[in-house]
């Protein structure tokens, strides 16, 4: 079992930017790609970025591609979410996530991933 905590959430004006970590700990070495989600209020959870952990591959959901980027620092098991030029629509609560078996690549759907963090809250005001 892998667990997650995620961290860097807040309040940001329109044009702004926020880094989102998420630690992990546990069986660390089991991972395959970790991955960022976000739901806003009454909308499903939406797949934002993925890394492969090992090759470093990585894939972005349109809506935030050119602006957001994924990384990580695989001797702190810390993966990052840098998040620029922030829209208003971009708020929602962002959440990290741990493959643990290979999958397809790139894994973008909420059933390939086996950890989920608690989740950290990210506004955009206009």
């Known amino acids: 079992q892998v667990q997650l905590v995620e961290s860097g959430g807040g309040l940001v004006q329109t044009g702004g930017s926020l880094r989102l970590s998420c630690a992990a700990s546990?069986?660390?070495?089991?991972?395959?790609?970790m991955g960022w989600f976000r739901q806003a209020p009454g909308r499903e959870r939406e797949f934002v970025a993925t890394l492969s952990r090992i090759s470093a591959n990585t894939y972005y959901a349109d809506s935030v591609k050119g602006r957001f980027t994924i990384s990580k620092d695989n001797v702190k098991n810390t993966v990052y979410l840098e998040m620029n030029s922030l829209k208003p629509e971009d708020t929602a609560v962002y959440y990290c996530?741990?493959?643990?078996?290979?999958?397809?690549?790139?894994?973008?759907?909420?059933?390939?991933?086996?950890?989920w963090g608690q989740g950290t809250q990210v506004t955009v005001a206009p």
């Open positions: 546990g069986r660390t070495f089991s991972l395959y790609a």
């Open positions: 996530a741990a493959a643990t078996a290979p999958k397809a690549w790139p894994p973008r759907e909420r059933a390939s991933f086996d950890s």
